[in-house]
């Protein structure tokens, strides 16, 4: 699966958790870079949620692709 089938298939807005799986690291270091500023997040009313466009950022993978 390419990069930008990856993308089109995450949610518009990931759980914690999903950003934990997604990266290979625990949900505190997720929490962790969203209170640092590295990542962002908003909040919803079912937790904090990461925009996919935001994650792709972070990640350095923001070529152009959509949100």
């Given at each position: ?43 919803h ?5 990461v ?17």
């Amino acid at each position: 699966m390419t990069l930008t089938e990856q993308f089109q298939t995450l949610p518009k807005l990931l759980k914690v958790r999903e950003v934990a799986d997604f990266t290979g690291t625990h949900e505190r270091t997720v929490r962790r870079w969203i209170r640092d500023g590295r990542l962002g997040a908003v909040e919803h009313p079912s937790g904090l949620r990461v925009p996919r466009r935001s994650l792709w950022r972070f990640l350095g993978l923001d070529f152009g692709l959509s949100a």
